[in-house]
């Protein structure tokens, strides 16, 4: 079947709630054939079919779509940030390289000592993570500051108000993930299994 979905994805959901596909098929009021075809991707399912399965995981219907459509890999160039829409009080634009996936976002900076990154018009409703990858720097978010080097990393919320002054000439990259993917989010904390031993 060629479709932009893949509900493979199901068995994985299933396995972390020590599911079977006959208890999912109980959960959601279906047959087991039906949970079957569609996480077997035989068959595209209905709304309400998939609403039924969702639910049945205890996931939103869009939160499972999400999961199941299918992401070819995808390559982007970072480019300069001067042609994105930026506020008047942000600075340090020009050292940012940017690439785009969706909403999430990929940015490597580039600055000399004393530089300051404070770019809150390329935020949306995200995660924010930092990884340095030379020199120092200091993070300002609200009004605590980070003091950061080679090799450490940073996650915090990417609304709240906050810059990066750079200590010592360097390179960091910054990771903006969206907050609405509260699947993903919850397979992340998820457990993973350990690898069989060799």
Do not use: W
């Amino acid at each position: 079947m060629n479709s932009v979905y893949d509900f493979r994805v199901m068995r994985v959901l299933r396995r972390q709630l020590n599911l079977t596909l006959h208890e999912v098929a109980r959960r959601g009021g279906l047959t087991y054939p039906t949970v079957e075809a569609v996480e077997t991707n035989k068959t595209q399912p209905s709304l309400k079919t998939l609403d039924a399965i969702a639910g049945a995981l205890g996931l939103s219907a869009s939160d499972l779509v999400r999961l199941a459509e299918r992401r070819l890999v995808q390559r982007r160039k970072a480019e300069p940030t001067r042609d994105l829409v930026s506020r008047k009080k942000d600075t340090g634009v020009e050292n940012c390289r940017i690439a785009q996936f969706d909403k999430g976002k990929v940015i490597r900076v580039t600055a000399t000592a004393g530089e300051i990154v404070h770019v809150m018009g390329l935020h949306e409703n995200v995660h924010e993570f930092c990884y340095v990858l030379s020199g120092q720097i200091d993070l300002r978010v609200e009004d605590k500051t980070y003091h950061l080097g080679p090799d450490e990393t940073i996650l915090f919320d990417g609304l709240l108000d906050h810059s990066y002054i750079q200590r010592e000439a360097g390179e960091y990259i910054t990771v903006h993930i969206p907050k609405d993917i509260r699947a993903i989010e919850r397979l992340l904390d998820a457990q993973v299994e350990p690898a069989a031993a060799e």
